[in-house]
């Protein structure tokens, strides 16, 4: 009988495909290559009995981010959160779930109390301790994002986290500017002509963030968590300002199965819909590949807040039109490019 | 040391003084020279150990000062007018999270219509808001209000908002005493912070907060406003006895011991009130003053024992609430409520968006109060020509137009009217 672990090193060029995915399990690769989540070691700087909801992906894509930070640091970490899901179901007066100096201040100002952070520890001379500011798309992309160009602009020392879960969920599931064409919200019924959100609306926050040209920009997914841990790890050891955008799949807004988090999150990716990527000094360096792409009607249909393009024979015009938003994804990050060969 | 140097500049000496670590400034709507004169500082290397960071809006400059001050940094900024309305948020919240910031207020109006020009519409925005609020009513008072704020704020850890007049103060030069940084050094510790983010010991600050204790933590908060009530006057005691002089404590008095009248007012208004005093006096007119330093806490027992007994109280103040009057008018009369014999008291708005307040002005106003007692607010100087013109044209025209630009032009007519006689 081979050791797997041996096995999987002499064979480092070879990718491990499981159910069509790209997700290496951990029992394939050498215990320097397993994932922090997969460590008896890990910070849980996140840590249970907090009150997401059952399938929630930013509580995931929390704990990912902050243990692979936690391990990158050696603990030496500050994490600033702004108003919002995150914050609050963390958080409920006196428990906190953050095993990690943490601070709330408002909504809209996560990154540039970030920025106080960072420079308060550069003046005591504390050069160890890195500072992270997280929020959702809402405090991000919206209320948020005059302090988070600012922050930008400045090159400050802070790694930014958006968890983008594409609406206010905490609030009764309103829209964001990160909430897709077509999405049923509270604030973008699924009714009249054209039900749900509208075309032409929203933005690219990570793209925006490469035009500011600062160090370090990527896109994620809880959906990969060796490329999630990996973009962070890499992140925290930057100097200067960084971002990094996870899709966090919503249960709660998305009208999805709790059980369909991980799934709906890859199928994003592999229909071309959230493209993963890395950029650094405003080039994009490399994005993550699709084998096979799959047609995004696969990726909507689970969700309800899109249950109105599958009724009476289906919206065959603006799935259309979603489509072609991924087909420019796939061709814009070169996504069905052959990857290049690792190792 | 004595120099001859303008108010923001010596604001600026004063708080380098107080060896800041983290400065954040937003330049404009508007700023003062304190940040710029503070910039120059960092970058010649004089203020050491301290980042200057240029931001992006006072939002983000006191949200900067937040995070710097809850990760144990001394921190300081500076603003005015609808700059602190930009940053209303963060005023509370700064506030609320009991994180010991220092900001000045270079007091300015609030639009529309847009104005630059001095008065207290900004910081009686934010009276309620949680911040003591300390009054200057020269430069040398800012000097040395701003290093005892520094030693409020860290001893309660709380903020403390140093309001200094827009223009009349920030940009006069005068003579100021810079004191010594020894001196400084002695009286103002370096900062030890109650709560601060550190690694070695994680705790979560801005926790969500419910029904069953978000009373409680605002009780805590009104409570280290009382304290302050007995810290400010210790303060300004130790700051005298170190520096050689007075700033007052809570409030301070001119011929107020035999006066019948009391003119109640703050900031830099109280110089002019006292050359009218001075001159009254002269004509036997019984009358003096009381100069409110610290407005929030409001020093509602050691006023009331002060006012009582007095025959008339005239309140003359830079700010008024639109449908209601003069807050510290409103607040005088707080002070007074269910004492027995209580003085009249009269609220004059004076000086609203840079309007010069006149000793001769002063005069008419403070005989008027004896002579022609009047209820609720008086306008000082006001215009009643062009408001009896402007109420016609809009009873009689439906579409009557933009106010601000409908007065201006009726102004420019009567001056043209005038010259034409």
């Known amino acids: ?343 | 040391m004595l120099k001859q140097t303008e108010g923001s500049h010596a604001t600026a000496e004063a708080i380098a003084l107080c060896r800041p670590e983290v400065i954040c400034a937003y330049p404009i709507t508007p700023q003062t020279h304190i940040v710029e004169g503070l910039g120059e500082m960092v970058r010649l290397g004089e203020l050491k150990n301290c980042e200057f960071i240029n931001v992006e809006s006072e939002f983000a400059a006191l949200s900067v000062a937040i995070g710097a001050s809850a990760a144990g940094a001394r921190a300081y900024t500076a603003t005015a007018s609808q700059g602190l309305l930009f940053m209303a948020e963060a005023v509370y919240n700064a506030s609320g999270l009991g994180l010991p910031i220092v900001m000045t207020l270079g007091n300015r109006a609030i639009g529309a219509p847009i104005n630059i020009w001095n008065d207290h519409s900004d910081a009686m925005s934010m009276r309620d808001a949680g911040w003591l609020q300390l009054f200057a009513e020269s430069n040398q008072d800012s000097i040395d209000l701003h290093i005892q704020a520094f030693r409020l704020a860290e001893e309660l850890s709380m903020p403390v908002m140093v309001c200094v007049d827009g223009f009349i103060l920030t940009h006069a030069v005068e003579r100021v005493d810079i004191p010594d940084q020894a001196d400084v050094d002695a009286f103002l510790p370096p900062y030890e912070p109650v709560q601060v983010l550190d690694p070695a010991d994680p705790i979560s600050i801005g926790a969500m907060v419910g029904p069953d204790a978000f009373t409680e933590v605002r009780f805590l908060q009104h409570y280290k406003q009382t304290l302050a009530l007995q810290l400010i006057p210790e303060l300004a005691a130790e700051f005298s006895a170190r520096f050689g002089r007075d700033t007052g404590g809570l409030l301070r008095t001119y011929c107020a011991d035999d006066a019948e009248m009391l003119v109640v007012a703050m900031g830099s208004i109280n110089g002019t009130i006292k050359d009218t005093i001075d001159e009254m006096r002269a004509d036997g007119f019984s009358i003096g003053l009381v100069n409110i330093v610290s407005f929030r806490p409001f020093p509602t027992e050691v006023l009331r024992r002060l006012l009582a007994g007095r025959k008339h109280v005239v309140v003359v103040e830079k700010s008024f609430a639109v449908g209601m009057g003069g807050q510290l008018a409103n607040n005088v009369d707080l002070a007074l409520r269910n004492t027995p014999a209580a003085p009249q008291v009269y609220s004059v708005i004076a000086g609203l968006g840079g309007r010069s307040i006149t000793r001769t002005s002063l005069h008419r106003v403070f005989r008027r109060a004896v002579a022609q007692p009047w209820e609720g607010a008086h306008f000082l100087d006001l215009n009643e020509d062009i408001i009896g013109k402007e109420l016609h044209h809009v009873r009689k025209v439906r579409r009557s137009g933009p106010t601000a630009e409908n007065l201006l032009r009726r102004l420019d007519q009567a001056a043209q009217h005038a010259a034409a006689e």
């Not at chain 1, 807004?253 to 993963?276: K, M, N, Q």
């Open chain 1, 1 to 343: 009988m081979t050791d797997p672990t041996t096995t999987a090193a002499a064979n480092q060029k070879l990718h491990f495909y499981q159910k069509g995915t790209f997700t290496v399990g951990n029992r394939l690769v050498p215990d320097t290559e397993r994932s922090v989540q997969a460590s008896i070691d890990r910070s849980n700087a996140l840590t249970c009995g907090h009150r997401a909801c059952q399938g929630c992906g930013e509580a995931l894509g929390a704990r990912y981010a902050m243990d692979a930070a936690m391990r990158a640091t050696g603990g030496n970490l500050i994490a600033v959160n702004a108003t919002g899901c995150l914050e609050v179901f963390t958080t409920p007066y006196p428990e906190t779930s953050w095993q990690m100096p943490w601070l709330h201040s408002l909504f809209g100002n996560a990154a540039a109390v970030a920025t106080g952070v960072a420079a308060a520890m550069r003046v005591k001379g504390r050069k160890e301790v890195r500072t992270i500011a997280q929020g959702g798309d809402g405090g991000t992309t919206d209320i948020g994002f005059g302090c988070l160009s600012g922050m930008f602009e400045r090159n400050d020392d802070v790694l930014y986290i958006c968890y983008d879960n594409e609406g206010y969920m905490n609030t009764g599931v309103q829209r964001s500017s990160a909430t897709p064409p077509t999405a049923r919200t509270a604030t973008t019924p699924a009714m009249g002509p054209e039900p749900g959100n509208v075309f032409g609306t929203g933005k690219s926050v990570p793209k925006i963030a490469v035009a500011h040209g600062i160090p370090y920009v990527a896109t994620a997914t809880v959906a990969d968590l060796h490329d999630l841990e990996r973009k962070v790890m890499k992140a925290i050891g930057i100097h200067g300002a960084r971002y990094i955008q996870i899709h966090v799949p919503c249960p709660l807004g998305w009208g999805s199965a709790s059980h369909d988090t991980i799934r709906l999150a890859r199928l994003a990716v592999e229909c071309g819909i959230f493209p993963i990527f890395e950029a650094e000094h405003g080039i994009v360096t490399n994005s993550r590949k699709i084998r096979r792409p799959v047609p995004v009607a696969e990726y909507l249909k689970p969700q309800r807040r899109f249950a109105h393009l599958f009724k009476d024979g289906g919206d065959s015009q603006r799935l259309g039109h979603l489509q072609a938003m991924a087909d420019r994804n796939i061709a814009e990050y070169k996504m069905l490019e052959p990857e290049e060969e690792v190792g």
